[in-house]
């Protein structure tokens, strides 16, 4: 059950990471380098909980 409650924070950061720098830089609308800085950094933890709990129990599977 944990590895389906772990595909949520992961597929969120992974879209967040993506969707920050995929867009042009200095377009109109495209996000400032600190917001890009500070969000893929707040992503990166959702990813590793996510990843955490999808992997995490391969390693232990009682």
């Given at each position: 059950?944990?590895r389906v409650i772990g595909i949520v924070?992961?597929?969120?950061?992974?879209?967040?990471?993506?969707f920050l720098w995929s867009?042009?830089?200095?377009?109109?609308?495209?996000?400032?380098?600190?917001?890009?800085?500070?969000?893929?950094?707040?992503?990166?933890?959702?990813?590793?909980?996510?990843?955490?709990?999808?992997?995490?129990?391969?390693?232990?599977?009682?």
């Open positions: 059950m944990h924070p992961l597929g969120i950061g992974i879209t967040v990471i993506v867009q042009p830089f200095g377009e109109f609308h495209s996000p400032p380098l600190f917001f890009r800085i500070f969000g893929s950094f707040v992503a990166l933890f959702f990813c590793l909980i996510g990843g955490g709990l999808v992997f995490g129990q391969l390693a232990n599977p009682a």
